[in-house]
């Protein structure tokens, strides 16, 4: 089971600025749970020693500084087919 950071320090347009987490990935996914249980996904932008910014993919409509963040440990991946002239979204485990 992951862990639940509720240190998110600011919100500001799609970021949320989350402070003293334990060592995340650039790009690693992010479940960020709201006050009434729905689940936002975001992704890692950017990671310092006491600071992670994370983009949302769903916006931060009902996020305040007490919603529940999780660092997933997977990152998204665009994968190319040698067959196929479309790419596919893809994600891994770290």
Same mark, same amino acid.
């Given at each position: 089971?992951?862990? $639940? %950071?509720?240190?998110?320090?600011? #919100?500001?347009?799609?970021?949320?600025? #989350? $402070?003293?987490?334990?060592?995340?990935? %650039?790009? $690693?996914?992010? !479940?960020?749970?709201?006050?009434?249980?729905?689940?936002?996904?975001?992704?890692?932008?950017?990671?310092?020693?006491?600071? #992670?910014?994370?983009?949302?993919?769903?916006?931060?409509?009902?996020? !305040?500084?007490?919603?529940?963040?999780?660092?997933?440990? $997977?990152?998204?991946? @665009?994968?190319?087919?040698?067959?196929?002239?479309? @790419?596919?979204?893809?994600?891994?485990?770290?």
């Amino acid at each position: 089971m992951t862990k $639940e %950071y509720k240190t998110i320090r600011d #919100v500001s347009g799609p970021l949320i600025f #989350v $402070e003293k987490t334990e060592p995340v990935g %650039y790009s $690693e996914l992010v !479940n960020v749970t709201l006050d009434d249980g729905s689940v936002k996904r975001g992704q890692v932008l950017d990671t310092a020693k006491d600071m #992670v910014v994370v983009q949302m993919f769903e916006g931060t409509g009902g996020l !305040n500084r007490g919603s529940g963040v999780r660092f997933t440990g $997977e990152t998204l991946f @665009a994968a190319k087919s040698s067959r196929s002239s479309q @790419a596919q979204v893809c994600h891994t485990t770290r």
